[in-house]
């Protein structure tokens, strides 16, 4: 009777060591599902949050084509972890684009204008100026030119970087006439004026900030100097292009300072520089001619 007492006993805690192991599991488990459960809510609603109706592009549409609902836009849902402000908006249909969408593409706010693609308008390419050593495509910049007395002014505003080649300090943007002349003059001064810098900074938020006011003056001596050989662009050109590529390896630290100076005595730059084409010593430019509004 012992014996089998003994053995309904054992059998008794052996079951309920086993009833205990079960609950446990399924306890441990119900609380790992809710968790799972949890991070699949949380992941939903992280979807839901992203989810943005925006407007896309229907077809292929070219630079300077208008954004028209209907027909080449259509709103779509998509997951975004953009602002609102970076796509258009429906009071942003009718402006003219920028670059090229392809189709199915989002239309971001940085990629139409309010202002209509003018005939004069050009594809121009910049090599001329120095360049923020970590500028990409489809930054929109000013340039800039500042002289050794420290005057300042903008050249262009609010453009657009395209086709961008850092390593030669080479991109495009989109030019009216006033504003080539005005670049033309500007290279002439900068490549007769010592101590003048062509440069570019960069907007932080373009769909946000309004453009600067181009406020550089033109020289009637720069347009002379263009008059008497138009080919002293080409020239002019060329030598500030090498100064900008140098200063951005150097910022770069792919040359040292001796390499550097060794470059420049051997090209000239600081020559051209310092000597005026006028046949005198150079000069801050003067008798500004205003080609702007």
Do not use: W
Not at 148 to 175: H, I, N, P, R, W
């Amino acid at each position: 009777m012992k014996k089998k007492l003994a053995f309904f006993r054992t059998g008794l805690i052996i079951a309920l060591l086993i009833i205990g192991a079960c609950v446990g599991i399924i306890y441990f488990s119900r609380q790992k599902i809710e968790k799972i459960e949890a991070r699949v809510v949380a992941a939903e609603q992280e979807l839901v949050s992203h989810k943005m109706l925006v407007y896309v592009a229907s077809q292929d549409i070219p630079k300077g084509a208008k954004i028209q609902d209907g027909i080449n836009v259509y709103k779509q849902e998509i997951y975004t972890g953009l602002e609102r402000s970076s796509y258009i908006t429906i009071d942003m249909l009718g402006q003219t684009a920028l670059i090229d969408i392809a189709t199915n593409e989002p239309i971001m706010a940085n990629m139409v204008t309010a202002e209509d693609v003018t005939r004069d308008l050009r594809d121009y390419e910049i090599s001329f100026a120095n360049l923020m050593y970590n500028l990409s495509d489809y930054d929109f910049i000013d340039v800039r030119v500042r002289y050794a007395d420290g005057t300042d002014y903008v050249l262009l505003s609010k453009k657009m970087v395209e086709e961008l080649v850092m390593e030669e300090c080479v991109f495009t943007t989109t030019l009216t006439e006033d504003e080539i002349l005005r670049v033309s003059c500007a290279i002439i001064d900068a490549y007769t004026t010592s101590g003048t810098y062509i440069y570019t900074t960069r907007y932080t938020d373009a769909n946000l900030q309004n453009p600067a006011v181009p406020n550089y003056p033109v020289s009637q001596k720069a347009l002379q100097v263009i008059y008497n050989n138009p080919n002293i662009i080409s020239i002019a050109e060329h030598t500030l292009n090498m100064e900008a590529r140098m200063n951005l390896e150097a910022r770069m630290k792919d040359i040292n300072s001796n390499q550097l100076q060794a470059v420049v005595n051997g090209t000239g730059i600081s020559d051209n520089a310092a000597l005026s084409i006028f046949g005198e010593p150079a000069q801050a430019p003067d008798e500004y001619i205003p080609i702007y509004d």
